[in-house]
């Protein structure tokens, strides 16, 4: 069983040389491959969760190299959790764009971009939940970066180099953090590998092991789009194509919240950060759900949104007890999920409509019900309503908090039950503008050209600050016979819906059409169906994380597994 541990990063990885063989050629072969390699990780990822369940933590040594030489990977319940939630996200994001066409835009391309740099991205997210070690965690995150740049910038439009250029400078600025703390620890320690370090750094001075939390939560900070390191969020992810935003809002936030609840129950127990990480959770939930109000675009709520949730998560671990690290193991499953299902519901308003600025939607809870249902099903989730997921994660970190006593806790108590309702008036605010009211005069018309090879060129800027700008963040693909912006062709006038009008760099435009493809309907109402089946499971999820709660504080399976003690 332990050899199938690396399953999960080597075969996106391998199929990706492959499907750069292909290039932008073939594109039956392309999905079909690619469908299949997720379906099959997805498997994987079942099995490995189950056995570590069954079994406890399963480590692999590749190359029969012992630790502190050899690369260590390692499945336990957190890592299977982790590794099944996110390998069925990225199955259905991967099936919704490809009914988007974003995935077949690679005609005029020199090679196809899109599903190798997608595989390349599912496999550094594997590579960050397995890695045993700090130097292998990093280059997960390498992996993830250089792939998630590929998407964010895809189109080449100048709008989206402009978020992308933000996006790599900060995460290349943690990257360089990171490395200077695992050269720290490696000197200290003289290993970097987890379960060696869980036993080591106990002998270090407590200065320089609190210097080295530090300086790992900083890292992971900023992944995770903790507040105060999360300014470069909201103007980065609503540019990027609807299914990009969807699995980097999902899971690249979260696998820095993975890393600092891997780290801080591993390596630091008892840590004497907590009282610095409760301060970032209550600030994080309370500024990021502000911010979230004030918005009238629907992408930067939901960006705002995932920044504020992300505090629910931190007061999980900053509280570092057994309810607290089982509330919030269920809240990034929950949160993953969800999160992801809203953005793609957003890229289906967009697809339909021509925009996401909430000013300019209304009626479609009478034009579209089956919209309106994907989207208020996880928007009540997120607020937590009961008996959804979101209310089960709550209220055990709620508990948590309440059992733990304090002052930090119980602000963070208030904070969260605050922050919860704000959340629901903000969804009611989306849903009241976008769903429940009339359609306002000059809604954009079908045919309208939300994606095109030429659009947004360099010398276009002035015009799209004077005239795109007025409907957010999302002007790039909000941007209707109104407002006269994109100098490709055909962009922004009415042309048939799913018409080819421009031969740039990506070939094929995407234009809206109130009849929305299969699918990308089809892969959000399996997203909402994902996020439900939580509610029906929440007794066995729950169970499940109070076992990897228990095996996270206890250390010891993971430090056996891996050394053989």
């Known amino acids: 069983m332990n050899a199938l541990v690396p399953l999960p990063v080597l075969l996106p990885l391998c199929v990706t040389g492959l499907k750069l063989a292909i290039g932008p050629r073939l594109h039956r072969l392309q999905r079909f491959i690619s469908i299949a390699v997720l379906g099959a990780v997805l498997v994987l990822s079942v099995v490995l969760m189950v056995a570590a369940d069954r079994h406890g933590p399963l480590s692999v040594h590749l190359g029969d190299f012992a630790p502190p030489v050899g690369i260590t990977l390692v499945a336990d319940r957190l890592a299977g959790l982790m590794l099944t939630v996110s390998s069925a996200v990225t199955l259905l994001v991967l099936v919704y764009s490809l009914g988007q066409g974003m995935a077949d835009r690679d005609d005029q391309a020199p090679v196809g971009v899109f599903h190798p740099a997608y595989l390349i991205l599912v496999a550094g997210v594997s590579c960050t939940f397995l890695a045993g070690d700090l130097v292998n965690l990093y280059v997960g995150f390498e992996i993830m970066l250089v792939a998630s740049f590929v998407l964010l910038t895809i189109g080449g439009t100048a709008t989206r180099i402009r978020a992308g250029s933000t996006y790599v400078i900060i995460s290349l600025f943690s990257s360089v953090l990171f490395l200077v703390a695992i050269a720290m620890t490696y000197a200290v320690a003289g290993t970097?590998?987890?379960?060696?370090l869980s036993l080591r750094l106990q002998?270090?001075?407590?200065?320089?092991?609190?210097?080295?939390?530090?300086?790992?939560?900083?890292?992971?900070?900023?992944?995770?789009?903790?507040?105060?390191?999360?300014?470069?969020?909201?103007?980065?992810?609503?540019?990027?194509?609807?299914?990009?935003?969807?699995?980097?809002?999902?899971?690249?936030?979260?696998?820095?919240?993975?890393s600092m609840l891997r780290t801080q129950t591993l390596l630091f127990p008892g840590h004497r950060l907590g009282d610095l990480l409760m301060l970032a959770a209550l600030a994080s939930m309370v500024v990021g759900i502000?911010?979230?109000?004030?918005?009238?675009?629907?992408?930067?709520?939901?960006?705002?949104?995932?920044?504020?949730?992300?505090?629910?998560?931190?007061?999980?671990?900053?509280?570092?007890?057994?309810?607290?690290?089982?509330?919030?193991?269920?809240?990034?499953?929950?949160?993953?999920?969800v999160q992801t299902t809203l953005f793609l519901v957003a890229g289906l308003i967009e697809r339909r409509d021509g925009t996401t600025e909430l000013t300019r939607l209304g009626g479609l809870?009478?034009?579209?019900?089956?919209?309106?249902?994907?989207?208020?099903?996880?928007?009540?989730?997120?607020?937590?309503?009961?008996?959804?997921?979101?209310?089960?994660?709550?209220?055990?970190?709620?508990?948590?908090?309440?059992?733990?006593?304090?002052?930090?806790?119980?602000?963070?108590v208030?904070?969260?039950a605050a922050t919860s309702l704000l959340t629901l008036y903000v969804m009611a605010k989306v849903w009241n503008l976008a769903f429940w009211?009339?359609?306002?005069?000059?809604?954009?018309?079908?045919?309208?050209?939300?994606?095109?090879?030429?659009?947004d060129e360099p010398g276009d800027d002035e015009d799209d600050g004077e005239e795109g700008r007025a409907s957010g963040p999302g002007r790039g693909t909000g941007r209707g016979r109104d407002a006269g912006a994109g100098s490709g062709a055909?962009?922004?006038?009415?042309?048939?819906?799913?018409?080819?009008?421009?031969?740039?760099?990506?070939?094929?435009?995407?234009?809206?059409?109130?009849?929305?493809?299969?699918p990308m309907t089809a892969a959000t109402g399996a997203?909402?169906?994902?996020?439900?089946?939580?509610?029906?499971?929440?007794?066995?999820?729950?169970?499940?994380?109070?076992?990897?709660?228990?095996?996270?504080?206890a250390r010891t399976p993971y430090i056996e597994a891996v050394l053989g003690r």
Request: no cysteine; proline share 7%; glycine share 12%.
């Open 192 to 196: 970097v590998n987890l379960a060696q």
């Open 203 to 258: 002998e270090v001075p407590l200065g320089v092991r609190t210097l080295l939390e530090a300086m790992l939560l900083t890292v992971f900070a900023i992944k995770a789009a903790v507040f105060p390191l999360a300014a470069w969020l909201p103007d980065s992810y609503p540019t990027a194509p609807a299914p990009v935003t969807a699995v980097f809002a999902g899971l690249l936030t979260k696998v820095g919240v993975y």
């Open 290 to 337: 502000l911010g979230a109000v004030a918005q009238t675009d629907l992408k930067r709520v939901l960006s705002f949104t995932l920044i504020s949730h992300i505090g629910y998560m931190v007061f999980g671990i900053a509280l570092a007890g057994h309810g607290s690290i089982s509330g919030a193991i269920v809240y990034v499953a929950h949160h993953i999920t």
């Open 365 to 412: 809870a009478k034009a579209a019900p089956l919209l309106a249902v994907l989207f208020f099903v996880p928007a009540m989730n997120l607020a937590g309503i009961p008996p959804l997921s979101g209310f089960i994660g709550k209220l055990g970190l709620m508990r948590a908090g309440i059992d733990a006593g304090g002052g930090w806790a119980w602000a963070l």
């Open 414 to 416: 208030a904070g969260s």
């Open 437 to 455: 009211r009339d359609a306002p005069p000059g809604a954009e018309e079908e045919g309208v050209v939300l994606e095109s090879a030429e659009d």
């Open 490 to 518: 055909g962009a922004g006038l009415p042309v048939p819906a799913g018409a080819v009008v421009s031969e740039g760099f990506l070939g094929q435009s995407i234009t809206t059409t109130k009849r929305l493809p299969w």
């Open 527 to 553: 997203a909402v169906a994902l996020g439900l089946s939580y509610t029906v499971l929440g007794g066995p999820l729950t169970t499940f994380t109070q076992a990897a709660a228990t095996e996270l504080l």
